[in-house]
T-cell receptor, first 118, second 111 residues
Framework: DTEVTQTPKHLVMGMTNKKSLKCEQH?????MYWYKQKAKKPPELMFV???????INESVPSRFSPECPNSSLLNLHLHALQPEDSALYLC?????????????????FGSGTQLSVL | QKEVEQDPGPLSVPEGAIVSLNCTYS??????FMWYRQYSRKGPELLMY????GNKEDGRFTAQVDKSSKYISLFIRDSQPSDSATYLC???????????FGDGTTLTVKP
């Protein structure tokens, strides 16, 4: 199984709503990532978890709150978002996060959640 | 100036053509070089991975890295309509987990 599964595929929410994005992988990967992608732009890194601990936070606003309940699951909790947060949110995983290992370069992406904030 | 420059295209070729996609970069610390393919409304899919300089071939795809020129390429032979997608180059130096992506080149292969 080389899939990263993201739910929901589409989400529309108001600025006062609270919602969560979910991501799951069963490849035994120990690094999991959240990216944000605007139309016709490359993915932008938001968060990286390594062995279920937050390893990288790219100065993301606190209205985005990541959570890694176990090695297979990654959540992104959303609260009080702005219309400019509308984007495709991508989850990815890699084998691990070792600096000098080639294994962590091979990112496996999910299909994403297309989020619209009204 | 961006660390990674990639011509966004769009690039349109006839079926069967050889396609050349390129990226240049400025950070000499980059060691790991990747090419991803992204179909519309899907996540990127890793196509090719290369460490340091050299060539790598996988079926119709060839990746080349020239670190002396800070230039990487992806060649697609016998292009097919199913190759129509956005191609993203990505690279990383010593910062584990932080790949820098190019803006992507949109390719259309016409039957």
């Amino acid at each position: 199984d080389t899939e990263v599964t993201q739910t929901p595929k589409h989400l529309v929410m108001g600025m006062t709503n609270k919602k969560s994005l979910k991501c799951e992988q069963h490849m035994g990967h120990r690094a999991m990532y959240w990216y944000k992608q605007k139309a016709k732009k490359p993915p932008e890194l938001m968060f990286v978890y390594s062995y279920e601990k937050l390893s990288i936070n790219e100065s993301v606003p606190s209205r985005f709150s990541p959570e890694c309940p176990n090695s297979s699951l990654l959540n992104l909790h959303l609260h009080a978002l702005q219309p400019e947060d509308s984007a495709l949110y991508l989850c990815a995983s890699s084998q691990d996060l070792q600096t000098d290992s080639s294994s962590n370069e091979k990112l496996f992406f999910g299909s994403g959640t297309q989020l619209s904030v009204l | 100036q961006k660390e990674v420059e990639q011509d966004p295209g769009p690039l349109s070729v006839p079926e069967g053509a050889i396609v050349s996609l390129n990226c240049t970069y400025s950070n000499s610390a980059f060691q790991y070089f990747m090419w991803y393919r992204q179909y519309s409304r899907k996540g990127p899919e890793l196509l090719m991975y290369t460490y340091s300089s050299g060539n790598k071939e996988d079926g119709r795809f060839t990746a080349q890295v020239d670190k002396s020129s800070k230039y990487i390429s992806l060649f697609i032979r016998d292009s097919q309509p199913s190759d129509s997608a956005t191609y993203l180059c990505a690279m990383r130096g010593t910062n584990a987990g932080k790949s820098t992506f190019g803006d992507g080149t949109t390719l259309t292969v016409k039957p």
